[in-house]
């Protein structure tokens, strides 16, 4: 990944990262990410799903939407995903934190041509919930023309994570406070079936089953 100045941590520089494996894994763990860019005139931040396949992430939407017909136009864009992974609380208020890991890119995208749509968007739908696509039925010629792929190379990429206690001033240590760290997990729970599901179906696909006994 390139490293550039507007790349570089600045605050707690050792908590930056800038290894395609660390930023890879991030963006795999995680579904949401928040696309920022300026939109006639002014600043526009749209939370979407994203999919990731070697360096390149992909986005998809409505042929129509802002996003897409903005970001088709290959104008510069930041993207950020983040995840909090513990409430970290000190003696003063002042070092309250979170830990947490992070991705900021920085870049262009670029509209998916119309004969690889299709892949890009099993892309999307595999980082969602793996071999899901090989189980529904997949789009029609009439929902591929109503949607469009942006792909975004990850080049001008940082990641940044925090891990471990609470930094207090040392004059604090002494405090009757209780200090350290509330862990948060992510976890799949039981599915729930749609409440049209055909009663014939007893239990959740084997891409669903997978994915709840992975955890």
Same mark, same amino acid.
């Given at each position: 990944? *390139? =490293?550039?100045?507007?790349?570089?941590?600045?605050?707690a520089?050792?908590?930056?990262?800038?290894?395609?494996?660390?930023?890879?894994?991030?963006?795999?763990?995680?579904?949401?990410?928040?696309?920022?860019?300026?939109?006639?005139?002014?600043?526009?931040?749209?939370?979407?799903?994203?999919?990731?396949?070697d360096?390149?992430?992909?986005? %998809?939407?409505? /042929?129509?939407?802002?996003?897409?017909? /903005?970001?088709?136009?290959?104008?510069?864009?930041s993207?950020?995903?983040? *995840?909090?992974?513990?409430?970290?609380?000190?003696? /003063?208020?002042? +070092? +309250? /934190?979170?830990?947490?890991?992070?991705?900021?890119?920085?870049?262009?995208?670029?509209?998916?041509?119309?004969?690889? =749509?299709?892949?890009?968007?099993?892309? #999307?739908?595999?980082?969602?919930?793996?071999?899901?696509?090989?189980? #529904?039925?997949k789009?029609?010629?009439k929902?591929?023309?109503?949607?469009?792929?942006?792909?975004?190379?990850?080049?001008?990429?940082?990641?940044?994570i925090?891990?471990?206690?609470?930094?207090?001033?040392?004059?604090?240590?002494?405090?009757? #406070?209780?200090?350290?760290?509330?862990?948060?997990?992510?976890?799949y729970?039981?599915p729930?079936?749609?409440s049209?599901l055909?009663?014939?179906?007893?239990?959740?696909?084997?891409?669903?089953?997978?994915?709840? %006994?992975?955890t």
């Amino acid at each position: 990944m *390139k =490293k550039t100045k507007r790349s570089t941590v600045k605050r707690a520089p050792s908590r930056g990262h800038y290894d395609a494996e660390t930023i890879h894994k991030i963006l795999d763990n995680n579904h949401l990410c928040h696309v920022a860019l300026v939109y006639e005139g002014a600043p526009l931040v749209i939370p979407t799903l994203y999919g990731r396949k070697d360096n390149t992430l992909y986005a %998809h939407g409505a /042929s129509v939407s802002r996003l897409i017909t /903005s970001l088709e136009q290959e104008i510069d864009l930041s993207i950020s995903v983040a *995840k909090t992974t513990g409430l970290v609380l000190a003696r /003063s208020a002042f +070092h +309250h /934190s979170l830990n947490y890991e992070s991705v900021v890119l920085f870049g262009k995208g670029t509209l998916v041509a119309e004969e690889d =749509k299709e892949e890009a968007l099993k892309v #999307v739908s595999d980082h969602l919930i793996p071999d899901r696509w090989e189980e #529904v039925r997949k789009p029609s010629a009439k929902e591929l023309k109503a949607t469009k792929v942006i792909a975004i190379y990850l080049d001008e990429v940082t990641a940044k994570i925090r891990t471990g206690d609470p930094k207090d001033d040392k004059n604090d240590y002494h405090l009757p #406070v209780w200090a350290g760290v509330v862990p948060i997990k992510e976890e799949y729970e039981t599915p729930l079936p749609d409440s049209l599901l055909n009663p014939m179906i007893k239990e959740p696909s084997p891409s669903v089953l997978k994915l709840i %006994h992975k955890t």
